[in-house]
Nanobody, 120 residues
Framework: VQLQASGGGLVQPGGSLRLSCVAS????????MGWYRQTPGKQRELVAT???????NYPDSMKGRFTISGDIAKNTVYLQMNSPKPEDTAVYYC???????????????WGQGTQVTVSS
């Protein structure tokens, strides 16, 4: 299973940026997809998740600042950054909880990360 994230880059504070992630490979079903982010010297932190049923989840610190959407049936998830701030600068990683066999267990798979820099 491979996850390919894209859409990162330089964005001005208060601007807009949308990240995309597509999962491919041997996939029977995906239960959930989401985004984490990480800055140097800090632990990876959750940004948002979306289930196959369309339910979304955001930590309190991320509510209102990010919008996750996607079509799990098409193995795709997006992350919209709303009025980003310099402190949102980080490497953003997408992940998916995937069942490769209809009778097998589900495991988390990670993308390679995409750098987002918020700066004027």
């Amino acid at each position: 299973v491979q996850l390919q994230a894209s859409g990162g880059g330089l964005v001005q504070p208060g601007g807009s940026l949308r990240l995309s992630c597509v999962a491919s490979g041997s996939i029977a079903s995906i239960n959930l997809m989401g985004w984490y982010r990480q800055t140097p010297g800090k632990q990876r932190e959750l940004v948002a998740t979306i289930t196959s049923g369309g339910s979304t989840n955001y930590p309190d610190s991320m509510k209102g600042r990010f919008t996750i959407s996607g079509d799990i049936a098409k193995n795709t998830v997006y992350l919209q950054m709303n009025s980003p701030k310099p402190e949102d600068t980080a490497v953003y990683y997408c992940y998916a909880n995937v069942r490769r066999d209809v009778r097998g267990a589900a495991y988390n798979y990670w993308g390679q990360g995409t750098q987002v820099t918020v700066s004027s």
